[in-house]
């Protein structure tokens, strides 16, 4: 069987990708080990609850502003989760349902029982071989396993340790024992919160202090659906947390194992400590072993993911491409690629970059007219309503080419990276449209934050808020940004004036710089509008009409 594209894995990154693929009609198929769609959510998380967000209640119908509370639907126009559960934080077994009637729903091709034995490339093809000696073959691969190897630490006496994956998660086995857990991840303290009524002492240990999401933004960060434990750790109830590396475990003469720690922000003091069972939560990465040395991807982040380009393609082996939380490897612990509610938007993506590549098809666009006040119009809703922007900050946005006198060309929902990569950053004069956090490095409680509502003021805000910058051949030349809004409604009479005076500039300048320019709008005297600060460059920036003036 010989293809144009091979899907490996059937979660949600397969099926998201498959959706797409099947509705561009190509030639595909999904290889898939296990027998039925979802394998990894029928056994993590391991408590089964998800911290992934299910906000049925919004108060508003519009569906693509739902989504923006909605981390677990998959893009489509059918099937969504919230039909599966209300519940705000559901069990992974509505989420395998949800993800089974989402691939009959669309009629998605999978192999099952497909397990892959090895991936080698060959005349410019890649060729699959299973367990059971079936093939197939494909003009272009994209790997969406996942991470399928738990990291395994290799200090003496690790094999002491049970492994998350494998660990008795029922709490009466660890009554009135201690308990240490290596990880200060979600999957560790989702551990140790299941351990707090039952064990005697539970304690999580990592070289580095914990971050909650709350501080970073980042929803791979200790979630608060997570953090019970963590009072019980400030209020001295018997629970610990340590900053520390293993050295060492050993089996005591008593049973025991004692575990030998290194503290890292304690002056380098050791200690060891007795614990009656270790648990291992230190994460998962990805497992390169099923590719031969013809097309085995380069690994990058000490071996946790592939190194890839910003259009998600290996950056050694050509037309091999990445789909779902191995997308994360280009915003690692910035934005939300490691998850649904942000790899669905790079997949989307992802299906316009192979799109065009392979059959020429250009990223899907529309003109508007090239009048400020139209323009600010619907850089606004965008900037309300879009889910990709909201979900994926500063990762994924709008782009919008100032084409003609007469028309712009926009594009929506561009991976940032992937723009500066491609043909458009060589576009005479072109502008990107996306909402980010400020700096809030400096912020040691995001509950007690000073802020100054001026819009000349906009570039220090902390909080998520709209900025749009101005390219010329690639190069940016400014950029401008918007105050936040407390519920993201950027539709409110009080942002219609800045964002037009900001597009009234930016057009003055895209007429004098580029080569569809009119001699007499050289000689245009247009009335001076000063439009904030330029934060990137540390300086007020004179705008062309001040320069035309």
Request: hydrophobic fraction near 35%.
């Amino acid at each position: 069987m010989k293809l144009d594209y091979i899907v490996v894995g059937a979660g949600p990154a397969g099926l998201q990708l498959a959706y797409f693929l099947e509705k561009q009609q190509q030639s595909y198929t999904i290889v898939e080990s296990a027998e039925r769609v979802g394998e990894f959510f029928r056994h993590y998380p391991r408590h089964r609850k998800l911290i992934s967000i299910n906000k049925v209640n919004t108060g508003f119908d519009d569906a693509e502003m739902n989504l923006r509370w909605d981390w677990n639907s998959l893009l489509n126009d059918k099937v969504f989760f919230p039909e599966y559960s209300q519940d705000y934080f559901s069990s992974a077994d509505k989420l395998t349902d949800y993800l089974e009637d989402f691939t009959t729903t669309h009629n998605l091709n999978i192999k099952f029982g497909f397990k892959v034995l090895n991936v080698s490339k060959s005349g410019g093809e890649f060729v699959l071989k299973s367990e059971s000696g079936e093939v197939v073959q494909g003009k272009n691969l994209i790997v969406a396993t996942g991470f399928s190897k738990e990291k395994v630490p290799t200090f003496p006496g690790a094999e002491l340790a049970e492994m998350y994956s494998e660990h008795d998660i029922d709490p009466m086995k660890y009554k009135n024992k201690r308990v240490l857990i290596l990880g200060k991840g979600n999957s560790a303290l989702e551990t140790a919160e299941n351990l707090i009524e039952t064990s005697a002492t539970v304690a999580l240990c990592s070289p580095n202090p914990i971050k909650l999401a709350w501080n970073t933004h980042y929803v791979g960060n200790v979630r608060a659906v997570n953090n019970n434990f963590l009072d019980t750790y400030q209020l001295k109830s018997q629970n610990i947390v340590l900053d520390a590396d293993i050295t060492s475990l050993e089996r005591t003469d008593d049973g025991k194992i004692m575990a030998h720690i290194h503290y890292t922000h304690a002056k380098d003091e050791l200690r060891s400590i007795p614990f009656d069972h270790v648990i291992m939560a230190t994460g998962f990465k990805f497992d390169n072993t099923i590719f031969d040395e013809s097309c085995r991807p380069a690994l990058s982040h000490e071996g946790k993911f592939p190194k890839m380009t910003s259009s998600w393609e290996s950056t050694n082996v050509s037309n091999m491409y990445f789909a779902g939380v191995l997308m994360h490897q280009r915003d690692f612990k910035r934005t939300m690629s490691g998850f649904i509610h942000g790899f669905r938007y790079n997949i989307r993506a992802l299906s316009h970059i192979l799109n065009k590549k392979n059959n020429g098809i250009a990223w899907p666009a529309e003109k508007l007219s090239a009048d400020s006040a139209v323009i600010a119009k619907h850089v606004l809703r965008q900037l309300t309503y879009s889910s990709s922007m909201f979900l994926q900050p500063g990762f994924m946005g709008d782009v919008m080419v100032f084409d003609t006198p007469e028309d712009v060309i926009y594009m929506k929902d561009v991976p940032i990276e992937y723009m500066e990569d491609s043909e458009l950053s060589s576009k005479e004069s072109y502008c990107t449209i996306s909402l980010e956090y400020g700096d809030f490095s400096h912020v040691t409680d995001p509950f007690n934050i000073e802020r100054d509502p001026s819009p000349a003021k906009a570039h220090e805000v902390e909080y998520l808020h709209p900025i749009i910058r101005f390219y010329s051949k690639g190069k940016m030349s400014y950029e401008r940004h918007i105050l936040e809004d407390l519920e993201n409604d950027y539709e409110r009479e009080c942002f219609r004036e800045v964002t037009e005076n900001i597009f009234k500039e930016a057009l003055m300048e895209a007429a004098m710089t580029s080569d569809f320019v009119k001699p007499a709008m050289q000689k245009t005297v247009m009335p001076k509008v000063v439009i904030g600060t330029n934060a990137a460059m540390g300086k007020d920036i004179a705008s062309p009409m001040e320069i035309a003036e």
